[in-house]
T-cell receptor, first 112, second 116 residues
Framework: AQSVTQPDIHITVSEGASLELRCNYSYGATPYLFWYVQSPGQGLQLLLKYFSGDTLVQGIKGFEAEFKRSQSSFNLRKPSVHWSDAAEYFCAVAGTGNQFYFGTGTSLTVIP | DTEVTQTPKHLVMGMTNKKSLKCEQHMGHRAMYWYKQKAKKPPELMFVYSYEKLSINESVPSRFSPECPNSSLLNLHLHALQPEDSALYLC???????????????FGPGTRLTVL
């Protein structure tokens, strides 16, 4: 069965510092992976997706993610965090019927 | 137009009320979804419509009744809700996957529902 694990419930980083959010998935076939961001009280916005091909994918807002099949991981990175990046981040894998399986989310706090 | 709109933004209702949530998209997507999201939790899938037909119902109580009147609209009819149903209700849409293809879902801003 498909599942996604986000090991870090909450992360705090200083503005300007680098960021890495972890995501591990369980899926039998080639996974279709996504990262979404949610600001308080808002809907989810797609940051980036991986379907196939280059394992390093670029997204919006300066985010990137690397797919590592050997580690079943799809970690999200940003070289320099801005205060506006404070939000909840969800990793997801698509399954049968385009049903999405979301991780539990990582809450990001950015301190000045 | 890459937007999913939801109305109303906020809704307060009593346990005996009947209300409806509405969702609309004009991206030509033929799959539409309802999710329920509690604070600090991931979205929980409730229903999936594919080509205007209900394809997934995640054992949702009958007090929630979805409707897809056409390819652009998705409604969620609410009746006799409980206080524990208070949550953010998110609508999403995507191209309908087939043959093992998967597509990103576009989310609306949600309706914040409070049941008194």
């Amino acid at each position: 069965a498909q599942s996604v694990t986000q090991p870090d419930i909450h992360i705090t980083v200083s503005e300007g510092a680098s960021l890495e959010l972890r995501c591990n998935y369980s899926y039998g076939a080639t996974p279709y992976l996504f990262w979404y961001v949610q600001s308080p009280g808002q809907g989810l916005q797609l940051l980036l997706k991986y379907f196939s091909g280059d394992t390093l994918v670029q997204g919006i807002k300066g985010f990137e993610a690397e797919f590592k099949r050997s580690q079943s991981s799809f970690n999200l990175r940003k070289p320099s965090v801005h205060w506006s990046d404070a939000a909840e981040y969800f990793c997801a894998v698509a399954g049968t019927g385009n049903q999405f399986y979301f991780g539990t989310g990582t809450s990001l706090t950015v301190i000045p | 137009d890459t937007e999913v709109t939801q109305t109303p933004k906020h809704l307060v209702m009593g346990m005996t009320n009947k209300k409806s949530l509405k969702c609309e998209q004009h991206m030509g997507h033929r799959a539409m979804y309802w999710y329920k999201q509690k604070a600090k939790k991931p979205p929980e899938l409730m229903f999936v419509y594919s080509y205007e037909k209900l394809s997934i119902n995640e054992s949702v109580p009958s007090r929630f009744s979805p409707e897809c009147p056409n390819s652009s609209l998705l409604n969620l009819h609410l009746h006799a809700l409980q206080p524990e149903d208070s949550a953010l209700y998110l609508c999403a849409s995507s191209h309908a996957g087939s043959g093992g293809t998967y597509n990103e879902q576009f989310f609306g801003p949600g309706t914040r529902l409070t049941v008194l």
